[in-house]
C-alpha cells in the first residue's frame, strides 16, 4: 500500500457565485417552461444562464488547480520510489484513479460535503486545466461554449486521458487523504504545537 500526498481543496472568493448559479438555475428552468418567466424576456434569461455557466466554469478551474498539483505531487512521490518508478506511472494514471476510483474514506467525504458526482466535477476540472493555465476573462469564450462547456470540458478530460498508455492503479494499493485548505492548516498547526 503506498500513501500518496493528501489532496488539498482550496475555496476560492467569489462573492456572487452562489447567487448566480441559483439565477441560472431558475432562468433554465423559466426557459424550459417548468417556471413562470415572469417579467423576464428571454434574452436576459439567456444571459443568467450564461453567467451562471460561467462562474461555474470557473470554479472547476479552481477546483483543477487544486487537483493538478496534486498530481504533480504524486508524479514525483512515484519518481523518488524505485518500485513506483520502475512501474512507469503517468500523469493519467493519477488522474484515473482520482476521477474513477478514490478510496472510499475520499468518496465519504466528498459526500459527506454534499458533492454527490465528484467523478464529473473532478473530470471536468482536469479538462478545463488541459485548455486554460490562466482563468480566461468572460468576453474571451464565446457563449455557445459557456452554454455547453461540460461537454467540451468531458472531451477535453477523455482526451488527455487517451494521449499515453498508462497503468491504471487503484485503492487496493494506493491510499490519500481529502482536506479542505483550513482543516488541513488547523491539523498542521495542532501537530506543530505537540512539537
Known sequence: MWKLPPLILHPFADSGGPGKLVES???TLMLQGLLPAGPHS???LEQRVIEGRYCEIRMLFYVGKDLERWIEQCLEFAASEDELRRAELKY???????????PARVQAKLKQWGVADYSSIF???????????EMPDRLV???QFIRNYYRYADSLFECRQSLAF???IGPANFDFDLYASGEYSRMLEREWAED
Open 92 to 102: 493519467q494514471s493519477f488522474s484515473d484513479f482520482l476521477v474513477r476510483c478514490p
Open 141 to 143: 469564450l464565446s457563449d
Open 42 to 44: 428571454h434574452a436576459e
Open 123 to 133: 473530470g471536468r476540472a482536469l479538462g478545463m486545466n488541459a485548455m486554460f493555465t
Open 25 to 27: 438555475s431558475r432562468a
Open 166 to 168: 498508462f497503468p491504471r
